[in-house]
């Protein structure tokens, strides 16, 4: 497998990754979106079990669009508590990519969950029917 964590901007991504059966380390900037769709797409074509970690952020839905329809596993992470477990070093992009690869190795990646694309729509209009009715909490 193929574990990337991904430091996630606008106009690009810094990258860390490890392939765990052979130990081969890679870090990269990709600039969106071509050059990280077709990185993604190679892996893809390969086979590769993949697994790419990030901050959960509303700015890349292209992004999730992408991993979703290649069948790669996308973990979002909680921003904040991925800041708080990093504690007082200097931020850089690549540090920030590696922080990530770090925790989801360690397996302690704050992992939340958000819904396939198919089911956003389905869900936000039943989490609007449940706040909206007033119902009990």
């Known amino acids: 497998m193929i574990i990337i964590g991904a430091d996630f ?5 810094e ?3 490890v392939h765990t059966d052979t130990g081969e380390y890679q ?4 600039a969106h979106p071509q050059e990280a769709e077709q990185f993604y797409r190679s892996l893809a074509s390969e086979g590769q079990a993949v697994r790419v970690g990030m ?3 509303g700015q890349a839905q ?6 979703e329809g290649l069948r790669l596993e996308l973990w979002r992470g909680d921003a904040e ?3 708080a477990k990093r504690g007082r070093k200097q931020k850089t992009d ?3 990519a590696r922080h990530i690869l770090k925790l989801l190795l360690k397996d302690d990646f704050p992992r939340i969950w958000v819904p396939s694309w198919e089911n956003r729509g389905a869900g936000a209009d039943a989490s609007h029917e449940s ?5 009990a909490e």
């Open 9 to 13: 901007h606008p106009a690009y991504q």
């Open 94 to 96: 690549r540090e920030d």
């Open 55 to 57: 901050e959960a952020s």
């Open 27 to 30: 870090e990269k900037r990709l």
């Open 81 to 83: 508590v991925i800041r």
């Open 62 to 67: 292209w992004f999730e669009r992408l991993l």
């Open 15 to 17: 990258i860390a990754s």
């Open 131 to 135: 706040t909206a009715g007033g119902g």
